[in-house]
């Protein structure tokens, strides 16, 4: 089974940038489409951004303008640059397949407060 761990989250001020990434125990093109996904406390768990095999990104609503999705297929990562951050983003980010497969880690833990 593959397994992913996130890294990058920290606490932030209103109006302030992080960049997660998420490295795949395995090869990253063989997993198709990849995701990212954050759950609030008390949410449920949400889908953010999903990026192809071949790098084409595709964005909510709420997130679009502001997270940009990358991935690197050679290193198996998948990297969330996101900015103009506002208290409405704290929450544990994830990354997964798309759709998900449940391949769920840890996670990063995202806080944004002045």
């Known amino acids: 089974q593959v397994q992913f761990v996130e890294s990058g989250g920290g606490l932030v001020q209103p109006g302030g940038s992080l960049r997660l990434s998420c490295a795949a125990s395995?090869?990253?093109?063989?997993?198709?489409?990849m995701a990212w996904y954050r759950q609030a406390p008390g949410g449920q768990r949400e889908l953010l951004a999903r990026?192809?095999?071949?790098?084409?990104?595709f964005y909510v609503d709420s997130v679009k303008g502001r997270f940009t999705a990358s991935r690197d297929n050679a290193r198996s990562t998948v990297d969330l640059q996101m900015n103009s951050l506002q208290p409405d983003d704290t929450a544990v980010y994830y990354c997964?397949?798309?759709?998900?497969?449940?391949?769920w880690g840890q996670g990063t833990q995202v806080t944004v407060s002045s």
């Open positions: 997964d397949t798309f759709p998900s497969r449940d391949f």
């Open positions: 395995g090869p990253l093109f063989s997993l198709g489409t």
């Open positions: 990026i192809t095999t071949s790098g084409h990104p």
